[in-house]
């Protein structure tokens, strides 16, 4: 038995969404470079995984996408719309952007967190088909018996799939997730990744999200952006892109990358050697 | 199977809107009850039942009670235990708004310093013979003008884009400071008289309520209530904390400088006609939180309803502490208030 709102999705063809695009990019902090001439296009439909060490640019990359920091130079491009002050709330309502706080200290129940994600069109009454929309995807993630919990009782990682369920009841053409997996168990992880991944090819999402784990990126991700001190340093497919020598330009770890049976690389780090 | 769960979720949070709104309607009962109360005592008791055939007569009902009750029903209690109502409701509201937009339940209008610079406006028409205007009109003039003056700062630094609640918050208290010894100077540099004036102006009271300072009052925070309402969802999106709301797409810099600029005049326009009241505005949306969480679409009319309610017993009590004299209502709320302050900090929340 479907819900509504899967059903009709399951009969609509998938959306026609457009690719977006970044040009030339600039971005900085007093004399801090956090973007340095970044340039991508991203297609709808695919899930793009941002890799890099820590303090490279990944959110910054994130926020600047979505104007919530200004830049230096360069152009972001969705279709015919270009990223300006101007037309700041109108692009923002194009995404659904998840940062990387996920604590929440509110006197709220989950289904009303995620309801939020869709508070253009909230009236004084919560309508039926919106609380059964945010409990569909609620029950599409597992967490339908969440749903009337006080989120001052849930843990870190439920908090984090809650906050995952109120980034899709945006209904985004963009995803954007920062670290969405970081709180995650293990089953959480792929309950997440796997959802992600299935929604951006049955919805067309462009999807674009950063990682750390760079099994899970190899497993999930199309394509992965590999940021290096504010510059992309690498653009492509895991299978290209995910090498000893790469990780080891990156994080100055020593690693094997292997192949399992599916011909997806998996990458075994090495226990630096006592100085 | 499945559609089941959706259903019992769907029920559960009807039944948590439903008891929300009996949570509301109870204190509506409870304020008119207050509101009778406070009609009825006065110098002359009056029971309860003439007050309300009183009432019933005044808005043209048949029924008939002697014409003294009825003049001091319609002509010398009623005004002022409206105004109790409104401004009791609007600190209750300010204080909402304000505890919402800098994520924090220690502020309010009065925290802020908005307060003090309406008392040091007040203050300084006083001192200066009201510029030869007539003085029942000056002193809320300068009131209200110093008022919007301390906002208006605020304002400047809520439109700066890196500026944080926290920032805010601070900059309120420095605020508080700067007009609190500016009025200890105006109060210092006046004759002993003037200084006496000063301070029942600062003790705040009702008892200048008119028909006239009611209407508008009452215009005033109505139609401040309808706009907050407007923006009831962002508004409670943003207690997610900033950076979430952002997200969600709410425009923060926006929404900040509208909900100011509302809870900046209604405070401006309460605290002119009646002066300076506290408390109410710290605690009322702190109990109305405890009650129906912050959804706003009930928080917020209900830290309404909890500051009318808290007024009006305040209202009540002024006049029966010492029998036949009026006590000054804004020692009184804080006497009301304390304990209730003491009981948020000391019970353990959720």
């Not at chain 1, 990223?83 to 990387?100: A, C, D, H, V």
């Not at chain 1, 992309?232 to 990156?250: D, M």
């Not at chain 2, 039942?49 to 019933?56: D, P």
């Not at chain 2, 002119?272 to 702190?286: A, H, L, R």
């Amino acid at each position: 038995m479907f819900e509504v709102s899967q059903l009709s999705q399951a009969h609509d063809s998938v959306p026609q969404r457009n690719q977006l695009q970044v040009n030339n990019l600039n971005v900085r902090l007093g004399d801090l470079v956090l973007a340095r001439d970044i340039s991508f296009q991203l297609q709808p439909g695919q899930v793009n995984v941002i890799l890099g060490p820590n303090g490279t640019g990944k959110s910054t990359l994130l926020k600047t996408l979505f104007g919530d920091i200004k830049t230096v130079s360069g152009e972001i491009q969705y279709g015919n719309n270009v990223l300006s002050g101007k037309s700041l709330i109108e692009w923002r309502t194009k995404f659904g952007y998840m940062p990387q706080d996920i604590h929440l200290d509110v006197n709220m129940t989950v289904i009303e967190v995620v309801l939020l994600g869709r508070l253009d069109a909230l009236s004084m009454r919560i309508e039926t088909k919106m609380l059964q929309e945010a409990l569909s995807i609620l029950k599409s993630i597992g967490l339908e018996h969440l749903a009337s919990r006080d989120v001052r009782t849930l843990s870190g990682g439920q908090c984090q799939m809650i906050l995952f369920a109120q980034a899709l009841m945006r209904c985004p053409e963009i995803l954007m997730l920062d670290e969405p997996v970081s709180a995650l168990d293990l089953h959480y992880q792929h309950v997440l990744l796997n959802h992600l991944v299935t929604q951006t090819k049955k919805q067309n999402y462009t999807t674009l999200m950063v990682l750390h784990d760079l099994n899970l990126a190899a497993q999930y991700a199309d394509n992965l952006l590999i940021l290096k001190q504010g510059e992309l340093r690498a653009f492509g497919s895991p299978k290209e892109l995910l090498t000893s020598e790469l990780i080891h330009e990156l994080y100055h770890v020593e690693a094997d990358v292997l192949t399992d049976e599916n011909g997806t690389p998996f990458v075994r780090t090495r226990r630096p050697s006592a100085a | 199977m499945l559609s089941d769960v959706v259903q019992q979720a769907v029920e559960a949070q009807r039944k948590s809107e439903k008891r929300r709104g009996m949570i509301f309607t109870s204190f509506g009962a409870l304020l008119a009850a207050y509101f009778i109360l406070d009609i009825m005592t006065g110098p002359s008791m009056i029971d309860a039942s003439s007050v309300i055939y009183a009432l019933l007569e005044w808005v043209g009902l048949p029924f008939q009670v002697d014409a003294s009750t009825q003049v001091i029903v319609s002509n010398l209690r009623l005004p002022i235990a409206l105004m109790a109502i409104f401004v009791g409701g609007s600190l209750g509201m300010g204080g909402a708004e304000m505890q919402t937009l800098l994520n924090n339940s220690m502020a309010s209008p009065y925290t802020l310093g908005m307060a003090a610079a309406a008392g040091f406006g007040a203050a300084l028409m006083l001192y200066t013979g009201s510029l030869g205007i007539d003085s029942n009109l000056a002193v809320p003039i300068g009131a209200f003008v110093f008022c919007m003056i301390s906002a208006c700062f605020l304002f400047a630094l809520a439109s700066v884009r890196h500026i944080g609640s926290g920032q805010l918050i601070l900059a309120g208290i420095a605020l508080l400071f700067l007009f609190q010894s500016l009025l200890s100077l105006v109060q210092f540099v006046s004759s002993p008289e003037l200084s006496q004036q000063i301070l029942f102006w600062l003790f705040g009271s009702l008892s200048k309520a008119t028909w006239t300072n009611l209407a508008i009052t009452a215009t005033v925070v109505m139609v401040s209530l309808f706009l907050l309402l407007q923006d009831s969802w962002k508004l409670t999106a943003l207690k997610l904390g900033e950076e979430r709301a952002k997200s969600l797409g709410v425009n923060i810099v926006k929404l900040r400088l509208k909900t100011l600029l509302i809870v900046a005049v209604m405070t401006a326009t309460v605290t002119s006609f009646v002066g300076i009241i506290g408390f109410i505005g710290i605690v009322s949306p702190n109990i109305a939180k405890i009650l129906v969480g912050e959804d706003q679409r009930f928080f917020l009319p209900l830290s309404f309803l909890i500051g009318a309610f808290l007024l009006s017993t305040a209202s009540v009590l002024s006049k029966v502490i010492v029998p036949g004299a009026l006590f000054p209502i804004g020692i009184v709320t804080a006497i009301i208030g304390v304990p209730f302050f003491f009981w948020l900090i000391i019970a353990k929340r959720r």
